[in-house]
């Protein structure tokens, strides 16, 4: 299953095991964010609706 | 105009001016470089060049924050907007009193601090040559920078972060001269980029910095 | 345009709306074949690809290295277009957009930098190399920490949107003249030494395409995460003016 990396083999999985983890950050965070913003507005429209 | 430069120039010179202050700190940072790399001469001797003008690059920017933040809080940005001289103009008139108050005594002290780094003796003319032609565009690049930050209340460290970057040309080319002159190389190239940075940014540089000052003045 | 009349004096721009309705139809659609094409392409070029010659499986790094390096550059220039609309245009979504657009190209730019420097290891010696590419990447870096900096520190989203604007234009040329600036200090110093690790050199098919489906993988994430964060920058905008107007009204 996993090639042969010969010596090279921690290199290549560091790098890969890097980038792999800054995007799922990148994505994870983003997602996060927007999800919880997504609900803060809803929150607040509905507020305003109802007194406004 | 004159009277701008004159009072910017009287401004900076009088009490609380902080005149002295970037000599000062071209002079601390020169005397703290041994300490941090050894005292070998011919170590001392090759990094010369490059730490000189680290130095003046840091030395300058330590005086940038004060440029505009003074004017903007008692307002007299404000005045200065609405006056009849162009607020390009303005901000330019802001970077050669910069440059007068801080680049020039640099340029003019920093032979006697490559005495203590054991500089080559070819490399004082090239040093004070490159410095003169570098340290205008350090005063027109800080400008910009101070102009984004000026109402900021702490905004010295963001500017740091923002000009440092754009320092990187003229610091490259700066250097560069600094350290060919040192060794007698050929120093016709960088000397022509770093000059030609000076000049473009001089000449270009205004335009952005106006343009901010006016957004942050709204 | 017709707005609703409930909020309608909130909404003083319509554009938002519109792209809010529409990106939330495309997200899903985006996350998918971004990470269908991401999977793909770093699979393939893990798993089926021979090593190289010289390099050895060092060179299963490309499949990060170069996309990365690519959407680094591409995201910047993303924020120019998007800064210079939102300039001369002041359609709020674009310079959201380039908000939204910082900090992934600052990961982007990371990634690049990290890889490259992880890459060099083995094949340089040391841990990092002022190699004028990865300098480059390295300045870029930094114009990146700035640009996200400013946006952060200037409370008026009008204010912050113009002084972004005219900063990254100011930044994309000193950028370009940094790049010159540092491939001139370093090929002074070490004339010949050949680092270049890219994909300049010839790089075979059997590399190439599984490459290529990398940076379609890189394009499409960048493209659904700008989409997906510019939403959310739309909605943090209209947060803050429905709480200056609730604390208005009350």
């Known amino acids: 299953m996993m090639p042969d990396l010969g010596k090279y083999a921690d290199t290549v999985l560091s790098a890969y095991a890097a980038s792999i983890l800054l995007l799922a950050a990148l994505v994870a965070l983003s997602l996060w964010r927007g999800r919880r913003l997504r609900r803060d507005m809803q929150d607040m429209e509905q507020r305003m609706r109802r007194d406004g | 105009m004159i009277a701008l430069l004159l009072r910017d120039l009287r401004l900076a010179i009088r009490a609380g001016g902080g005149f002295g202050l970037g000599l000062a700190f071209f002079l601390i940072v020169t005397v703290l470089v041994p300490f941090a790399v050894g005292p070998q001469s011919a170590l001392l001797a090759t990094i010369a060049p490059g730490v000189l003008w680290l130095g003046a690059l840091l030395a300058c920017l330590l005086s940038l924050d004060r440029l505009l933040a003074l004017d903007w809080e008692d307002g007299s940005l404000d005045l200065l907007a609405t006056a009849p001289l162009p607020l390009e103009a303005v901000v330019t008139i802001k970077a050669l009193a910069h440059w007068i108050t801080t680049g020039l005594p640099l340029v003019l002290a920093a032979p006697a601090l490559g005495v203590l780094l054991n500089l080559p003796g070819p490399g004082y003319l090239w040093l004070v040559i490159s410095l003169a032609a570098g340290t205008p565009a350090l005063s027109v690049i800080g400008t910009f920078g101070a102009a984004l930050t000026v109402g900021l209340k702490r905004g010295g460290l963001l500017l740091s972060l923002l000009v440092l970057p754009l320092y990187v040309p003229t610091l490259i080319f700066g250097a560069e001269v600094a350290r060919r002159g040192a060794v007698g190389m050929d120093t016709a190239t960088p000397l022509l980029m770093l000059v030609g940075i000076s000049a473009g940014a001089l000449a270009l540089l205004p335009f952005a910095s106006a343009a901010v000052l006016r957004v942050n003045l709204r | ?250």
């Open chain 3, 1 to 250: 345009m017709t707005q609703p009349a409930m909020n309608s004096s909130l909404w003083s721009y319509a554009n938002p709306r519109k792209f809010l309705a529409t990106t939330e139809r495309l997200m899903p659609f985006l996350w998918t074949v971004a990470l269908i094409c991401l999977v793909t392409g770093l699979v393939w070029g893990f798993f089926f690809t021979p090593d190289d010659y010289r390099q050895g499986s060092t060179v299963k790094i490309i499949y990060l290295h170069v996309p990365s390096a690519l959407m680094a550059i591409n995201a910047w220039m993303m924020m120019l277009v998007a800064s210079l609309i939102w300039l001369v245009r002041r359609h709020h979504v674009s310079a959201l957009a380039a908000r939204a657009a910082g900090p992934v190209g600052a990961v982007m730019t990371v990634i690049a930098l990290v890889t490259g420097a992880i890459w060099g290891q083995p094949m340089w010696g040391t841990w990092w190399a002022w190699d004028p590419r990865l300098t480059s990447f390295l300045i870029l870096f930094l114009f990146y920490l700035g640009y996200i900096a400013l946006w952060e520190a200037i409370e008026d989203p009008d204010t912050a949107a113009d002084l972004t604007g005219v900063l990254c234009l100011v930044g994309s040329v000193f950028a370009l003249l940094s790049r010159y600036a540092v491939n001139f200090w370093n090929q002074g110093l070490h004339q010949g030494a050949s680092l270049s690790m890219d994909a300049e050199e010839n790089v075979a098919d059997v590399f190439y395409l599984p490459l290529l489906v990398c940076i379609a993988g890189f394009v499409l994430l960048f493209i659904a995460l700008v989409f997906y964060r510019t939403g959310t920058e739309i909605r943090a905008r209209r947060i803050r003016a429905l709480q200056a107007r609730e604390r208005a009204g009350a």
